[in-house]
């Protein structure tokens, strides 16, 4: 595609992370990344890596603002802009006295302005609320997506009962535990759920104002992985399985009461579908056109919906973009890449919108290294 600009560091491989977070800057001059010097390979012991941002105007500068140690291949360090003031201020995951910690940090000065003893997974668009959950445990069951630094004290527990998701007051620090990951097991219960099924939680994610939230509820059994999607409201309250058939993958909210699932469903095997929240009711997205899993994201206007995908010789990636109320799907982008053995370190593009619709931010591949592109949509 045209008007793509590739953002690097010097040697190092630069990229953001997952696809669920905003990297642009509220006025959409700067971008956020991450910068890593090392080799691509999964890891066992915690590795240094850069934090900081660069101008859109200028992709060949990285501007160096912190460093963490507590970071993964597919999330990154769960990087943002803080809500406070999101042309200025960042926050992101960081070992805190010997714990997983956040900081919020100010771009210019480089002050970090506060410091907190929980990382975060999902913080709501109005700042007032952190979600967070046992990133140890998340990384031992699945590789790529939690963080190595501290042993999972819940290893060996199939069904923790004080291990689950925890909600974080931004301005005061002030905790509370939501429920447990046997609380969510015992609500509305499958019978694989039971013996021998070793469960945990990812993909904590608000809705626009930040009064429920979506969480997976994944469990292991035999070897095979299985999970359902659940929302609930600020107070862990209000459980509503929203996904509920044993498989689901990606994920993003079109408004508050609505949710975008690549999931599977018995009359229609596995697609897309928007799920009304707190409703049985749901419809199936794209489809005829929309062949395969992908990460989703809408646009502004929540009728442009942009999905990433492999080709099926897994030698390319693509990226499409679907327009719902046209029923039209258009490629957007394609760049070459390999899918490694080893999927943890895998470069998916995760595409992210900017605010305004203009910019696309994804992750790719050039020459072994992760770099970051951003694709010039238009106004």
């Known amino acids: 595609m045209e008007n ?23 006025d ?21 890596l850069d934090v900081g941002y660069f101008f859109l105007k200028d992709p060949e500068t990285f501007h160096k603002v912190g460093e963490t140690t507590t970071w993964c291949w597919q999330q990154g360090a769960r990087l943002r802009w803080f809500s406070e003031d999101p042309e200025r201020l960042i926050i992101y995951n960081k070992m805190i006295d010997g714990v997983y910690g956040a900081v919020v940090q100010d771009i210019c000065s480089k002050e970090i302005i506060k410091s907190y003893k929980r990382a975060f997974y999902d913080i709501s668009s109005d700042g007032k609320y952190g979600l967070s959950l046992n990133f140890s445990r998340l990384q031992r069951l699945r590789q790529g997506y939690g963080y190595c630094n501290i042993t999972d004290e819940t290893n060996g527990v199939l069904l923790p009962e004080n291990d689950g998701i925890i909600r974080i007051d931004m301005a005061t620090g002030e905790e509370k535990f939501l429920f447990s990951i046997k609380e969510s097991a015992e609500f509305h219960q499958f019978e694989s759920m039971k013996i021998d099924a070793e469960h945990y939680f990812n993909h904590i994610s608000f ?11 994944i469990w292991m ?18 459980m509503w399985a929203i996904s509920n058939q044993g498989w689901v993958s990606h994920y993003d909210w079109k408004g ?3 949710l975008l699932l690549y999931a599977f469903q018995r009359e229609a095997d596995k697609a897309f579908y928007e799920y009304e929240d707190l409703t049985d009711n749901r419809k199936q997205i794209g489809e005829g056109l929309l062949f395969r899993d992908g990460h989703p994201t809408y646009n502004i206007n929540k009728d442009d919906i942009l999905v990433d995908a492999y080709s099926k010789d ?34 998916d593009l995760h595409p992210r919108w900017s605010s305004s619709g203009k910019w696309i931010a994804i992750d790719t591949m050039e020459n072994g290294k992760r770099v970051l592109s951003v694709l010039e949509m238009g106004a």
């Open 4 to 26: 793509c600009k590739n953002f690097k560091n010097k040697n190092s491989h630069t990229f953001f992370g997952y696809y669920d977070i905003n990297p642009f800057s509220s």
């Open 28 to 48: 959409e001059t700067k971008i956020l990344a991450l910068s890593y010097q090392g080799i691509i390979e999964s890891f066992s012991d915690p590795r240094k």
């Open 207 to 217: 809705n626009p104002s930040g009064t429920r939230f979506l969480y997976f509820h």
């Open 221 to 238: 059994k035999h070897g095979k992985r299985l999970s359902r999607a659940v929302t609930v409201d600020l107070n862990g309250e209000n």
């Open 256 to 258: 508050d009461k609505n």
């Open 314 to 347: 897994l030698k390319k990636q693509h990226l499409y973009l679907y327009n719902q109320k046209q029923s039209m799907v258009k490629l957007v982008h394609s760049s070459k890449t390999s899918l490694p053995d080893n999927r943890e370190i895998r470069c």
